[in-house]
């Protein structure tokens, strides 16, 4: 277990934090001073329930000695190698074993440092491909309103959230479209699993290429599940339907699996899941159990080919990173795909699934809770907004949890919990109890 100890408040002033109310936030700090398997602990030294897997990052526990040791080792064996005109072996290894469990037919890998980092590599990908294709007049993008692809100009182009956009709004990518969201709380609430109402929302898809013909578009990129938006799932047969018009008209199909990929679902990824195979899959956080940034972009073998045209001496695709492929990220992502694998946490995902789906609905009923979803170990329980505006509640029940001993992740009105997939059925208890007091408390 991890010691319980005070530990001195750091001086909070120059660190500007990112996606955080800061006055509100250094005004009333939470602070984590250290970890171990389910639980982070406070800087009063108290224990934290992590119910979020950290930022959807940490699949396999906290303080994993594996991890550490692979770090360790490969730092003091070396530190750092480019990745421009040279490589190291660790991340050919790395490459070829995430390959073994990739989607059929997507074998090939590329190393980046984040998610915000991943899709804008793919997106590249794909005006790379259409023009090695002979097509280089595809190059419109198509997202998704409420998606949510990460940071760069390229991520909050193709992304739906407005709050993400609006500053940024006259700097972003022209010749981008959004496809409507599938959050139908009236149709679809307190749903188990997949929501029945919504394919149709995918026919929006045909009705953009009418608009701006099939030869223009490069790619379509969407979550197969919205996580940094609130827990929004699929309708039944809804990714297939985009997979069988993106295929008819030549355009790529980009999956976002930044929190999806790495077992979330019960699946390496939810394209296996939900047997719906893209032609690109980004991800990041749990491939290392978010030890060191690392990303990785999955790639069909055809596009990769025909990327790889031209003479022998020319780069094929003018793009990459300083870190990309770094030897220490590498080293700790092979050792956490060995904890997956050896510990089987994939399946032990899918065995909770039900536990975790039972235990998450038996909140309905508690105050102002208007929606809850859920799939695989992820679930997001929504809110009707308080008279002091959206998001207030949230926050509140938010608060309360940390102060009471569980971490949970608060996005407006909605919470969403994500539990490392190491999760016991009685911490999945304990996360529902402090939930539900928190509720009540708040009201």
């Not at 077992?263 to 893209?278: D, E, I, K």
């Not at 308080?386 to 608060?399: A, C, N, P």
């Not at 009471?404 to 608060?410: D, E, K, S, V, Y």
Request: aromatic share 8%; glycine share 10%; hydrophobic share 40%.
């Amino acid at each position: 277990m991890l010691e319980t100890q005070q530990t001195p408040s750091p001086n909070l002033g120059n660190y500007w934090m990112p996606f955080t109310a800061n006055k509100q936030f250094k005004a009333n700090p939470r602070l984590l001073t250290q970890a171990e398997g389910m639980y982070y602990t406070d800087d009063k030294g108290q224990p934290v329930l992590d119910a979020t897997a950290g930022l959807w990052c940490c699949n396999a526990g906290h303080g994993r000695s594996e991890i550490s040791q692979a770090v360790s080792q490969q730092i003091a064996h070396m530190d750092y190698a480019p990745s421009f005109q040279l490589g190291h072996p660790i991340a050919f290894e790395l490459a070829n074993k995430l390959a073994q469990i990739s989607p059929e037919g997507l074998d090939k890998v590329f190393f980046t440092n984040s998610g915000s980092e991943s899709v804008d590599t793919a997106l590249k990908m794909a005006l790379c491909y259409h023009r090695a294709n002979g097509q280089p007049s595809r190059t419109r993008f198509i997202g998704r309103e409420l998606g949510y692809h990460g940071v760069g100009f390229g991520g909050i182009s193709v992304g739906g959230i407005g709050n993400n956009r609006k500053t940024f709004s006259g700097q972003l990518l022209q010749g981008v479209d959004h496809l409507p969201h599938t959050l139908d709380i009236e149709k679809n609430a307190f749903t188990r699993g997949l929501p029945k109402e919504g394919i149709e929302k995918a026919e929006a898809l045909e009705q953009l290429i009418t608009l701006h013909g099939a030869e223009n578009i490069a790619a379509v990129i969407v979550e197969p599940m919205s996580g940094s938006a609130g827990v929004i799932l699929p309708p039944e047969g809804y990714l297939a339907r985009l997979r069988e018009i993106t295929k008819k008209h030549g355009i790529l199909l980009i999956f976002d699996e930044v929190i999806t990929g790495f077992g979330r679902l019960g699946s390496a990824f939810a394209s296996n899941f939900w047997q719906v195979t893209p032609d690109i899959i980004t991800t990041a956080k749990a491939i290392n159990n978010g030890a060191i940034p690392m990303g990785a972009v999955f790639v069909s073998n055809h596009i990769h080919d025909t990327c790889m045209q031209g003479p022998e001496n020319m780069i094929e695709f003018f793009h990459g990173y300083t870190y990309s492929g770094h030897p220490v990220a590498a080293a700790s992502a092979l050792a956490t795909l060995n904890i997956y694998q050896n510990e089987q946490l994939f399946e032990r995902a899918s065995s909770l699934s039900q536990y975790f789906e039972d235990a998450v609905h038996s909140l309905k009923g508690l105050p102002n809770i208007i929606d809850i979803r859920n799939i695989g170990l992820v679930a997001g329980i929504q809110f009707a907004p308080s008279k002091e505006g959206v998001g207030k509640r949230g926050y509140e029940i938010f608060d309360r949890c940390f102060r009471q001993g569980t971490l949970i992740r608060a996005t407006g009105d909605i919470l969403a919990l994500s539990p490392p997939l190491i999760v016991e059925k009685s911490q999945i208890d304990d996360m529902i109890n402090s939930l539900s007091d928190a509720i009540c408390s708040v009201g």
